[in-house]
């Protein structure tokens, strides 16, 4: 998973959308509509 999380965000960052991905600690990952800053 961590793999296929850590593509999806290089395919997304040239977008500047690869903060749409977040690690939620203990739970997994999460998708979110608009970017956290960070």
């Keep these: ?4 999380i850590k ?3 290089a ?4 977008a ?3 903060r749409l991905i ?3 600690r203990g739970s997994g ?3 979110t509509k608009t970017p ?3």
């Design 29 to 31: 990952y999460r998708i």
């Design 16 to 18: 500047d959308c690869d």
């Design 22 to 24: 977040e690690t939620v």
């Design 7 to 9: 593509r999806l965000r």
């Design 11 to 14: 395919a997304l960052s040239p």
């Design 1 to 4: 998973v961590d793999v296929h």
């Design 36 to 38: 956290t800053l960070t």
